[in-house]
């Protein structure tokens, strides 16, 4: 027993340790103000996404981004609600891949898995972070999706152009999960010129392979005042 526990210990000494982005630094156009600092049931909103985080045992450091003359208030908070995960809060940039790369700078480790989540995303569970964390572990960059379900249409000043077949059509959540050395990779050979919605696009651009398995549709984002209502009916 003994000799088991002593192995045990060993390997989790030497074990690569997780890291999670979350990104709280978005202006909220359409939101009318910085949605992740709004008041969520009791709390500001990007805590709620902290909190699962910080109670996954497969995450062990969180890099949090956020406006920069919002950085001295959240380490308050970050502090006040007990969280020990977060060890850097860098400034976001003018755009959300401006952020994480800001965040990816800040990590110091050169191998593991990091994830990156939307901070307005508060219905991130522990569960789902372990699958992702397992699934990349095989496939080195996975994200999560929901098929769509709608009829899909292009439209340009208001006028319908064409139906898009929404057949293997999915909308993709965070958190998405990649190999350090991959996001490295991928933030490494993409000018500044080039702007991605997600990370997952950024990959794609360089042609590596990202693997989509399905997500919970329950994990949506905040984007309208109308979402948080309903997040609120669903937990």
Do not use: W
């Not at 009318?32 to 709004?38: A, D, I, N, T």
């Not at 062990?60 to 956020?66: F, G, H, N, P, T």
């Not at 693997?211 to 994990?219: K, M, Q, Y």
């Amino acid at each position: 027993m003994a000799l088991l526990l002593t192995c045990r210990n060993f390997l989790l000494l030497f074990a690569v340790p997780n890291i999670a982005i979350i990104v709280a630094a978005g202006q909220g156009r359409r939101f009318g103000g910085m949605k992740q600092f709004m008041t969520f049931r009791g709390m500001p909103l990007f805590l709620h996404s902290l909190l699962a985080f910080e109670a996954c045992r497969n995450i062990a450091e969180i890099v949090l981004a956020v406006p920069r003359l919002k950085i001295a208030s959240v380490r308050r908070t970050v502090r006040n609600a007990g969280i020990t995960k977060v060890h850097t809060i860098v400034a976001g940039g003018s755009r959300r891949q401006d952020s994480v790369k800001n965040a990816l700078s800040a990590v110091s480790q050169t191998r593991g898995i990091v994830a990156v989540h939307d901070a307005v995303r508060p219905v991130i569970t522990v569960p789902m972070i372990n699958k992702g964390i397992r699934l990349c572990r095989q496939h080195r960059a996975v994200v999560f999706g929901v098929p769509v379900s709608d009829t899909m249409k292009y439209v340009k000043d208001h006028v319908i152009s064409r139906t898009i077949p929404r057949d293997n059509v999915f909308t993709v959540q965070t958190p998405q999960f990649f190999s350090l050395d991959l996001l490295r990779q991928a933030f490494d050979h993409t000018g500044t010129n080039h702007e991605f919605t997600d990370e997952a696009a950024l990959l794609e651009r360089q042609g590596i392979k990202v693997h989509l398995f399905p997500g919970d549709p329950r994990n949506i984002k905040v984007t309208t005042r109308q979402d948080l209502s309903l997040i609120d009916r669903m937990l």
